[in-house]
């Protein structure tokens, strides 16, 4: 009677994981040399590769992948899901449709490194008492960028809720909404705890009602605390907001976006305040769309309103990209011909001017690359792109 063989083990039987990429390495030249009972070569290409990676290392490629890839991976399998969750670093509600409260959860849940959150306008998320118990379920401590720009029912007892659970050190991009529920509470806090912020925002795009209950002065002060800020989007500041920074020599070399929607001032010789921002010598980049004297649009072609602008242009040297709004005129046109010598891109939101003027400008200034105007007179858009195209609507 013939002795039974002992089988011998199956190609993908369980095998403990390797502990190093050495070990790794000695398996898969293993398996390429072995030879299936029948003589014939194994197939490579049915190797399972994956159940020989330790899943830490998973998880670090995993890191490295878009969103959307990330979406596809944890349908492949159980093990693929829970680490996809598991590598989660960013959440964006942004613009995003309703979401269960359950699914919801979950996701939260399953976050364990988050560095960035991006509330929006979510049905859910709008609700006051989920929000109050959302940073429950979250962990913030590795969190450096926080967006509520879109979340307009955002109050003080959310927001230092949120604060209170962060690293202070960590964050370093905040964006919160003009329009909302928040008060100077919240701003002073942001001023007292905050220091290693990159880019500030408060701001609202699309509506037009003002929060009274921010002070400027407490604005100004946590843009005077944070050297290391690079962008800062203001929805609405005045004189006040412009003499804090004055009194407090701002100096801010890194700051290379200063967007303002609108300025607002008491009276004309106020303009003046705006020499504050004479030390920002390496921004690239300043929006100042409005600015309102006793809450009227004034045009400002003024000889001491010009000299305050004449002398900001001749600070800012690296301006590439400006922005201006209804104040512009003709003569303003020229002061920054002469003085902005790198101007790339110009867009300009004003009825004082002609497209004949805009033509003029457009060509005058030899590093001009695109222009975009807003005019209140028979071409109501004008745009000239690269010199090539003249585009009229």
């Not at 003002?210 to 604005?219: F, G, P, R, S, Y």
């Amino acid at each position: 009677m013939k002795k039974k063989e002992k089988k011998k083990p199956r190609i993908n039987a369980k095998r403990p994981l390797p502990s190093s990429s050495s070990e790794i390495e000695s398996h898969i030249q293993k398996f390429k040399s072995q030879k299936l009972t029948n003589g014939k070569s194994s197939k490579i290409e049915t190797f399972d590769y994956f159940s020989f990676i330790p899943e830490h290392l998973i998880k670090v490629i995993f890191n490295f992948l878009p969103q959307s890839s990330l979406q596809n991976l944890k349908m492949i399998s159980k093990e693929f899901y829970n680490i996809v969750f598991q590598t989660y670093t960013t959440l964006d509600f942004k613009n995003k449709s309703d979401i269960p409260l359950t699914v919801l959860q979950s996701i939260i849940k399953h976050c364990l490194k988050l560095k960035e959150i991006k509330f929006g306008q979510m049905k859910n998320l709008t609700s006051v008492d989920f929000m109050q118990n959302i940073f429950d379920l979250l962990d913030l401590n590795e969190i450096r960028v926080f967006d509520f720009s879109l979340y307009s029912e955002l109050n003080d007892e959310i927001l230092l809720k949120c604060f209170k659970k962060l690293d202070f050190n960590r964050l370093i991009e905040l964006y919160l909404p003009y329009s909302c529920k928040i008060t100077n509470d919240s701003l002073s806090f942001i001023q007292d705890n905050f220091r290693n912020l990159n880019i500030f925002q408060l701001d609202s795009k699309y509506s037009k009602d003002a929060n009274k209950d921010l002070n400027q002065e407490t604005i100004a002060k946590i843009i005077n605390k944070n050297d290391s800020l690079t962008s800062v989007k203001l929805k609405v500041v005045n004189h006040q907001f412009l003499r804090c920074l004055n009194e407090n020599s701002f100096k801010s070399d890194k700051l290379l976006v200063l967007n303002i929607r609108i300025l607002e001032l008491k009276e004309f010789k106020d303009i003046k305040a705006i020499s504050a921002l004479n030390s920002c010598v390496n921004l690239n980049t300043l929006a100042l769309m409005e600015i309102f004297v006793k809450n009227k649009i004034i045009a400002y072609d003024q000889d001491d309103i010009l000299e305050e602008f004449e002398k900001l242009f001749k600070s800012l040297v690296n301006l590439t990209v400006l922005k201006l709004g209804h104040f512009t005129t003709p003569i303003l046109l020229d002061v920054i011909r002469d003085h902005v010598k790198k101007i790339e891109y110009f867009k300009v939101v004003s009825e004082h001017l002609e497209i004949e003027e805009i033509q003029n400008f457009f060509f005058e200034c030899t590093t001009l690359v695109k222009l975009k105007g807003n005019l209140g007179s028979e071409y109501s858009l004008v745009t000239f792109h690269k010199r090539k195209i003249f585009l009229f609507y």
